[in-house]
């Protein structure tokens, strides 16, 4: 079932487009990574997602329904730039987001209790954002994106400004999420935590959408039919062109098969030693990412 | 509608819990009959320490006679200058009053001797007393009896009353109307200032701090909007019944202590106890300032006032909250506060120069119908007395005008607070208005 359907969805501002036909299917209880270079449009999606902005035209579907406000309370969106009120206690500023999210006053005590309990902050409930460290000021505002404990979580950046301490928390609170059957959109330049956590990604660049799909389809799409192998042997009799590396008798190297197929080279490269590894090299998303960004701006 | 109430809510309680709110709240009022009661303590202090005062007084026309009051005695005697002198020198007395021979048709000569600076007061009380006595002698001298004179001494006063369409009669006062319209006037005129610029730095806030991403994503940028408009003219009407309520009842304490009920008593009292004459004369005018305070119609009066109060702090409240979402930091506002700035001056100044010293000319007419300027300029006029049909079609026009501005205000509000970075000029602002 997919929770967001988005179809056919463009938003210009005055002469310049921010969207251009976007189609996107999100299906329920996945991290999805909405990937795309700075301008690319991210934001004003997930701004039209959030229903801060209108879509010049398309539409969007929240689990099979058309999108309409009373979905608010089932989304939630941590924006890339973070904000609390400075001079607000930890408190009244978390219910005061839980209660405009649609949670009535004595759900929204009971949900604060619980979030400040859950993330070690009970202590600090009466301070002022003001007095809190960073950390902590991160971890109020995660919270008062949880609070009313969304279907769709949209959290742009999330791991921005954290430190590795509050990162790996945060993102442990994010798998937690989706054990839940919580369902993320992820919008990130970290390579690295979308291979971590996303399911499916889509790729935006120049108001267009590139890609998209599921993580290891987009891989195996993309896979560029290379081998890294291990060789033990005796002496230094492989051809030139592997440009191996040796460490102690064991040469490392990689093979770009050209029409065989793996079963093949391998037969192939027995005859020079002892296999000892094997495996095809994925592209990383960092290289997927900046070669189809390329590849579309270029086009 | 739920979360309008929220957002007023919030901006409601976050203002007045705090510290200063309640400093400032409680200690406006406190300020001025702290000082008015200051003074009156020392002023009685002073003529309760003070001992009587002898004054020597030698007349060589022997015609002269002060009347002696509670701070001074007046001893004659008929020594000579030196003498008189000599006693004010040994302390013996306060000062020394030397009137020479003189000529009642030019008198002078005529001198005070004191051990320290005589007040200006007990100067004229000395001159007046010699004046009146010097006055009847003359009369007396050409034939004229003086009681006949005084007998034949008017007083003329006109009363204005003000008679409408279905043949009231009220009682005017220009002074009293003046001084109400002032007031008032300048009480929306600050009321706006203050509490519009508590607006635009709470809009700034939110926008600056990107919480305002987070709290369109649950409501709509007009219930933003409006919650914090309201919810701030609250913390000001909270402010202002505070006020007003704390400086009439600390008035009417610190006056209570000091056994008087109103200033205008006091006045009388002052005048009747140094000058010990002709006060009859003024009574009828105090008495008829007494009497159109009475007669002014203190509730329509207050609920106009409130009407012009919130209907302009609506209307420009709703431009504030439009500069502050257009901007990224306060110091930026400034070019875009021409526009609100202009109008309140136009309004304020036509209050003096025009509304208060001629409520019904053309100038002040249009001046109290135009939305931008009525809330001001009609206060100028409420006091006297609006025609029904002046004030409703002000009033509809004020409605009319706020619905206005924050139509206008809401479609800048809705686009500023996303728009982070950029140079915003009046194109700009025009391109927001005209997007759907």
Known sequence: MEILSIQNLNKSYGPSKALTDIDLSIPEGVIYGLLGPNGAGKTTLIRIINQIIDADSGSIFFKGEQLNPKHIAQIGYLPEERGLYKKMKVWDQLIYFARLKGLSASEAKEKVHFWLDKLDIKNWKDKRIDDLSKGMAQKVQFISTIIHEPRLLILDEPFSGFDPVNADLIKNEILELKQKGITLILSTHRMESVELLCDYVAMINQSKKILDGKLTAIKQQFRPNEYEVQLRCEDNRLPEQWQATWDNQIATFTIKLNGGTANESLAHLMQFGEVIGFSERMPSMEELFIQQVNASSNG | ?436
């Open chain 2, 1 to 436: 509608m739920d979360k309008i109430w929220l957002v007023i809510k919030r901006e409601y309680l976050s203002r007045v819990q705090k510290k200063s709110f309640l400093l400032a709240t409680l200690l406006t009022p406190l300020i001025f009959p702290i000082i008015m009661g200051a003074f009156l303590w020392i002023a009685m202090d002073e003529a309760d320490s003070a001992a009587l005062r002898i004054i020597e007084v030698i007349d060589e026309n022997n015609m002269f006679f002060i009347e002696s009051s509670e701070q001074y005695a007046f001893s004659y005697s008929n020594g000579d200058s030196e003498e008189g002198k000599d006693l004010v020198k040994s302390g013996e007395r306060f000062g020394f009053l030397y009137i020479p021979k003189i000529d009642l048709s030019n008198p002078s000569g005529i001198v005070f001797y004191g051990d320290s600076n005589p007040s200006m007061n007990f100067i004229n009380y000395l001159e007046s007393s010699l004046k009146r006595r010097i006055e009847e002698q003359r009369l007396f001298e050409s034939g004229i009896d003086p009681e006949v004179l005084s007998a034949y001494r008017t007083k003329v006063n006109i009363r204005a009353i003000t008679l409408d369409n279905s043949g009231t009669e009220t009682f005017s006062d220009a002074t009293v109307n003046y001084v109400i319209g002032f007031f008032t006037g300048i009480l929306i005129y600050i009321f706006i200032f203050v509490y519009g610029n508590q607006i635009m730095h709470g809009v700034i806030e939110e926008k600056s701090s990107r919480i305002v991403e987070i709290l369109v994503s649950s409501l709509k940028p007009f219930q933003l909007m409006m919650g914090k408009i309201i919810g701030i003219g609250a913390v000001g009407l909270t402010q202002f019944l505070i006020w007003m309520i704390l400086i009439s009842s600390i008035s009417f304490v610190v006056m209570g202590y000091f056994g008087m009920q109103m200033p205008q008593q006091q006045a009388m009292e002052m005048a009747n106890s140094q000058m010990g004459s002709s006060i009859s004369t003024e009574t009828p005018e105090i008495a008829g300032i007494l009497q159109v305070i009475q007669e002014i119609n203190f509730i329509k009066l207050a609920l106009t006032f409130i009407f012009y109060f919130l209907g302009g702090y609506l209307l420009y409240g709703a431009f504030f909250a439009a500069i502050g979402a257009a901007v990224d930091a306060p110091s930026e506002a400034q070019q875009f506060m021409l526009p609100i700035t202009i109008p309140l001056l136009i309004a304020y100044m036509g209050l003096f120069v025009f509304v208060l010293n001629d409520p019904n000319s053309n100038v002040s007419f249009w001046l109290s119908i135009v939305p931008l300027t009525s809330p001001i300029a009609m206060m100028g006029r409420a006091s006297y007395g609006i025609p029904f049909w002046d004030l409703a079609l002000s009033m509809s026009l004020l409605i009319v005008g706020f619905l206005f501005s924050t139509w206008v205000a809401g479609k800048i509000y809705r686009i500023g607070i996303l728009v982070h970075g950029t140079k915003v000029n009046y194109k700009t602002l025009w391109k927001w208005i005209k997007s759907e």
